[in-house]
């Protein structure tokens, strides 16, 4: 900032840095609780996970690249494909989106200086941390699971994988869950309560939309995974009977309880990317939105109208001919919103004055390949083609596209967006467009080709392949095309990793944003604003007169709250001001919390009860612990 | 100098005291934060109860006879009087929080401390009748018994975590209320009204085939 | 379907290049700057042309073609051929007491009934010029038709990830004229041929008294085993161990003598014989048309 600060104002910033400052060292980032420091820890551990999930790509890839290869046994490589899956959506996607994107930018979108539940925050970290590396101690020791992401009864069960393998997928999900459930709750709760008096729901970021939806689904698709998952443990390790036919099970309940979850989990691992694309196109067309309440509307309809259609993903399973016809009916009804969602994307670049940046890049390659992945989606509401496709590489193309091309790739796009505002440097621009087309055409060769395969009688899951089945080239190209993605993505992380020591220094708003996160500094304070910002419309940073009045306030001291780590909370729909809340700073408890929490599924999966039940007392008494310091003692 | 553009906007968290507790609750306009969670963490559990019992129905619609293999169909009136006892107990919660909002921190504490005790004796029950069930057939037996042990069990770990909020906050009340202890105190209400619907829900659900 | 989703992704990718050639003019072509007119298109692509597109994929796939993948009524079929899925293997038997294995045969031009179960985990039965795929869930018996207009040979593999060999677990249909059908039908039903040479004679002693036995078929012989599939005709056969290898007697040794180096993790053991006890095994089974 060029503009001289006046001395009142300067007093009031030193007292608030002086309130909220972080812990220093190592101990500081074990014991935080701000939302901040938590997106970063987020980050960095998904993306780890995002590392692991690709070796085991590319090991897959590897295996295929010719017919008879024996690169991975078929033990291993059925491994391999069940863990890229696993991790790739449960310790990596959503953790990246939710935890890391979520957490950074929903206090600094709406005006607020933390999350509504700080130590929750950080104890949902610490389980997913705890709950990664569960799962990965199983894959290290030779148990990693087998059985695929979703873990199909009966050969899931005890009798047909008799190792620990599903035990530490059925428990490490579990735990994971919890951390994800957390999360939601807490991000539904910031959502409503603390956002900037003023912030009326229409006056609310995309952004904003796009995370509430998403937290609502998980709150609701959850549970029926965790169901299925206990269930499962229950009869796997005491005995029960749920899945198997001879004694009253069946199977198929496995595959209800896992898609009625299933389903709005895809949901969620795309929404938070359209709450990217819908943050980035803004600046970068400098427009506002085509159809803001539509695309609001639809970013919720999604959400809602995936807890109906789970069956199509069972359309070869043998269920009455009605089922199935209501299932792709309702499978159907969802191109809309997306739809929606899509042309206004799409009219609003053409409306704008697009700049071409990097960010933008990326979520144009979002669209396009977001289209294709929807297009071969809706071609499975076909019944008989689906009849047909189902279980082979055609699949495997379609939800390529859409996880990958349609949900990372804004991750990628957001990463540059944000990357000078949460390290105050720049990247290199040309470095990251050629990441970006690097990636974007190692993505096509990769995935383009399985739509080809899986329509020519491929199966997916196949360890191997004949060379008188005729798809030896194109398994060849796809594997080629999987170490050009990966090169890609090695350049878009090795530029924003070398930018973070020697990018230039970046100011508040190198983009001109749209959003209330540009109006702080580039990374911002720990307390996000030293004044609570005055809010007209969900384009915040484009109204001057408001950002002017923040500048006033800051120097009367009005909305500024410097008592304490205080926060205001408002009502949940017109955001009149209702309380001031204080935060809690630091805590010990998270971390505690969430290692007794590893020591009582440890004890499950090695079927110790007695252990369990001892750490489940201990647990008890961290959260006891966790509660003992009530916020006026902070 | 700071101030507030509202003076009456209430930091609630310095509220400590009969009075002000309740002057800040009055106040709010809408509920606070640890409400809010609590009600969305009910919902995350109400779905898993309704998965659970899902699953009974299911499972009950691909047997035949239900239930299976000469197990006995469960008798009917102990387990709806208990059912009814837990679902009274919604009465002393209920004017605990009321009590607690008007200031009378004593008379919260009591009828806190009676629905605690009234709740306690309905697990114990509870567990007692799960106990001669298990006499008779154990849930590794079919499905049937393997869903039914599930879900009641479910069913009592909710009652038992609802103990222990009870106890903590028995203990913390003891030492006078501030406005998060008050929170936590309708929370643990609305968290004793959603164990007694399902409560309600699992008894029925469970007696199903006698009904 | 491929046509429509072509013209739709050329369209948008065509807008987008429309974006990238104005980006220094706002608002529409012909029109600029419009909120209403932005709005029209965005209801009408993302809404309205959708629409009308679904409902039309919907009525055609869903209500009329539907029809021709469903489970076949009851009555419609000439005959019906029972499959059972195994980790790796496929049992499949004939309403007269025919019993075979990975090769199944039909008449051409001819309803059939395919009735497809599960032994163990959920396969699924597959033949891509026949029909669609269904699902082999224990506990559940699920049915779809097979026709062949001509005749010929398909391949069919499983389609449901079952465990460690699931990428060796193909078989074939043979759709072949009614009479050549009826007089393979009459030979399976048949029991096994005795064997003819010594070293057939001997192989079927090393059959019956050293483990084969235990987990095989022989219709007519003391081998009565149900784990592994039913061998009665097994020369009759063109491939071996799923469709995974050819039938000629050097693929046969190869696969009894290290079947774990032809399928690893496949359920066969190795019993370590010999090569001489091989040899005559193979004798055997190459007689039993």
Not at chain 2, 10 to 25: F, T
Not at chain 2, 88 to 102: D, I, N, R
Request: net charge neutral.
């Amino acid at each position: 900032m060029t503009v001289s600060t006046p001395p009142a104002t300067t007093v009031r910033i030193n007292r608030l840095e002086r309130i909220w400052k972080e812990t220093p060292g190592l101990l500081g980032w074990l014991t935080t609780t701000d939302h901040k420091r938590i997106g970063i820890l987020y980050f960095f551990t998904s993306l780890f996970f995002f590392g692991a999930g690709g070796v085991e790509a590319l090991l897959i890839r590897t295996q295929l690249i010719g017919p008879n290869q024996s690169t991975l046994d078929p033990a291993t490589f059925n491994e391999m494909m069940s863990t890229h899956g696993t991790t790739m959506i449960f310790f990596f996607v959503v953790p990246m989106s939710l935890g890391a994107f979520g957490n950074y930018l929903i206090p600094l979108m709406i005006g607020a200086r933390d999350m509504a539940f700080p130590r929750l925050n950080a104890l949902t970290y610490w389980i997913f941390l705890c709950a990664g590396i569960f799962l990965y101690v199983g894959v290290f020791s030779g148990n990693a699971p087998s059985a695929g992401w979703f873990d199909y009864v009966p050969l899931a069960s005890k009798a047909y994988s008799p190792g620990p393998g599903i035990d530490f997928y059925a428990l490490s999900l579990l735990f994971v869950g919890i951390s994800t459930t957390a999360g939601a709750i807490n991000a539904i709760v910031t959502i409503f309560k603390l956002r900037a008096p003023g912030m009326s729901l229409n006056r609310m970021p995309l952004f904003c939309f796009a995370f509430l939806a998403v937290s609502f689904a998980l709150v609701f698709a959850l549970p029926a995974l965790s169901t299925a998952l206990i269930l499962l443990e229950l009869e796997r390790l005491l005995g029960f009977h749920f899945f198997i036919p001879a004694s009253g099970g069946d199977p198929i309940l496995w595959q209800n309880l896992f898609w009625i979850f299933g389903h709005p989990e895809v949901y969620i691992i795309i929404l938070p990317a359209f709450g990217i694309a819908t943050s980035i196109i803004p600046t970068f067309v400098r427009q506002k939105m085509v159809a803001f309440p539509l695309v609001a509307l639809a970013e919720i309809l999604v959400a809602f109208l995936g807890f109906g259609v789970w069956a199509h993903h069972m359309f070869a399973v043998g269920l009455a001919s009605a089922t199935t016809i209501y299932f792709a009916a309702a499978s159907l009804v969802i191109v809309i919103p997306s739809g929606i969602q899509l042309f206004s994307w799409i009219t609003t670049i053409v409306t704008g004055t697009p700049r071409f940046k990097t960010p933008l890049l990326w979520i144009i390659g979002f669209i396009v390949l977001f289209i294709m992945g929807g297009l071969s989606g809706v071609t499975f509401a076909a019944i008989p083609f689906d009849q047909q496709t189902t279980d082979t590489y055609y699949v495997v193309a379609h939800f390529h596209y859409v996880i990958f091309g349609a949900a990372v790739f804004p991750l990628l796009g957001g990463m540059y967006y944000w990357f000078p505002k949460v390290t105050g440097r720049m990247y290199h621009e040309r470095w990251g467009q050629a990441s970006f087309w690097l990636t974007f055409v190692g993505t096509n060769i990769t995935f383009f080709p399985m739509h080809i395969l899986g329509l020519d009688g491929m199966p997916r899951r196949n360890y191997t392949y004949g060379p008188e089945m005729g798809w030896t080239g194109l398994n060849l190209i796809e594997t080629l095309g999987a170490y050009l993605l990966a090169l890609g993505l090695l350049s878009v992380f090795a530029n924003l990793a070398i930018s973070l020591f020697r990018g230039e220094r970046a100011g508040n708003d190198p983009w001109g944003g749209d959003t209330l996160e540009w109006s702080t500094t580039s990374p911002p304070p720990e307390y996000n604003y030293a004044v609570i910002p005055k809010v007209s419309s969900p384009y915040a940073m484009w109204d001057e007169e408001d950002r002017e009045e923040d500048r006033r306030n800051l120097e009367l001291g009005r909305k500024t709250l410097e008592r304490g780590h205080e926060t205001p909370a408002s009502t949940a729909v017109d955001a009149e001001w209702d309380e001031i809340l204080e935060m809690p700073s630091h805590s010990a408890w998270p971390p505690l919390v969430a290692l007794a929490m590893a020591a009582v599924f440890t004890m499950v999966l090695l079927q110790q009860w007695l252990g369990a039940a001892i750490f489940t007392a201990i647990l008890a008494l961290t959260v006891v612990g966790f509660h003992l310091k009530e916020p006026e003692e902070a | 100098m700071s101030s507030v553009p509202r003076s009456s906007i209430p930091r609630s968290m310095e509220a400590s005291g009969p009075g002000e507790a309740g002057a800040v609750a009055a106040a709010r306009r809408t509920a606070p934060s640890g409400w809010w969670g609590a009600a969305l963490l009910i919902a995350t559990e109400a779905t898993l109860f309704s998965c659970l019992i899902a699953t009974y129905f299911y499972l009950r619609f691909k047997t035949g006879e239900w239930p299976p293999n000469g197990i006995e169909k469960p008798s009917v009136t102990l387990p709806l009087v208990f059912t009814g006892m837990l679902v009274a107990t919604s009465l002393p919660m209920f004017l605990s929080v009321k009590a607690a909002k008007g200031g009378a921190v004593r008379a919260a504490w009591w009828l806190l401390a009676l629905a605690t005790a009234v709740q306690a004796t309905y697990l114990g029950l509870q567990i007692h009748l799960m106990v001669d069930d298990l006499n008779s057939f154990s849930p590794q037996v079919n499905a049937y018994a393997s869903i039914y042990y599930t879900l009641i069990t479910t069913h009592h770990a909710h009652v038992a975590i609802g103990l222990a909020l009870d106890a903590w906050l028995l203990w913390k009340l003891a030492r006078g209320i501030t406005n998060y202890r008050l929170i936590a105190l309708r929370v643990a209400a609305f968290y004793w009204y959603f164990v007694s619907v399902a409560a309600v829900a699992v008894v029925l659900t469970q007696l199903y085939p006698s009904l | 379907m491929l046509v429509v989703a072509s013209i739709v992704f050329l369209g948008a990718v065509g807008m987008l290049v429309m974006g990238w050639v104005r980006r220094d003019r706002p608002g529409l072509p012909f029109v600029g700057e419009n909120e209403t007119a932005n709005t029209f298109l965005v209801v009408l692509f993302g809404m309205g042309i959708p629409i009308a597109i679904l409902v039309a994929l919907f009525v055609i796939s869903d209500l009329v073609l539907l029809k021709e993948t469903d489970a076949p009524d009851a009555g419609s079929t000439a005959m019906t051929v029972t499959v059972v899925g195994h980790q790796w293997f496929w049992e499949a038997s004939y309403e007269g007491g025919a019993e075979t294995a990975n090769e199944i045969h039909i008449p051409v031009r001819t309803p059939v009934e395919l009735v497809a179960r599960s032994a163990d985990v959920i396969h699924s039965f597959w033949v891509p010029e026949l029909n669609r795929k269904i699902d082999m869930i224990p506990g559940q018996a699920n049915s779809i038709e097979l026709y062949a207009e001509r005749p010929g040979v398909f391949r069919g593999q499983c389609a449901e990830f079952c465990g460690l060999q699931h990428a060796h677990m193909a078989f074939r249909v043979y759709a072949e004229p009614r009479r050549r059908f009826d007089s393979w039908l009459a030979s399976s039903e048949r029991p096994a041929a005795d064997p003819q040479s010594t070293q057939a004679k001997q192989g079927q002693r090393y059959f019956l008294e050293d483990g084969c036995a235990a987990c095989h078929t022989i219709a007519g012989t003391q081998a009565e085993g149900t784990v592994g599939p039913n061998l009665t005709h097994l020369a009759g056969r063109d491939t071996i161990a799923a469709d995974t290898l050819p039938n000629t007697p050097e693929d046969l040794f190869r696969w009894i003598q290290n079947p774990q180096s032809v399928k690893p993790g496949t359920k066969m053991p190795g019993l370590g014989l010999g090569a001489k006890k091989y040899h005559a095994i193979v004798a055997y089974l190459t007689e039993l048309r």
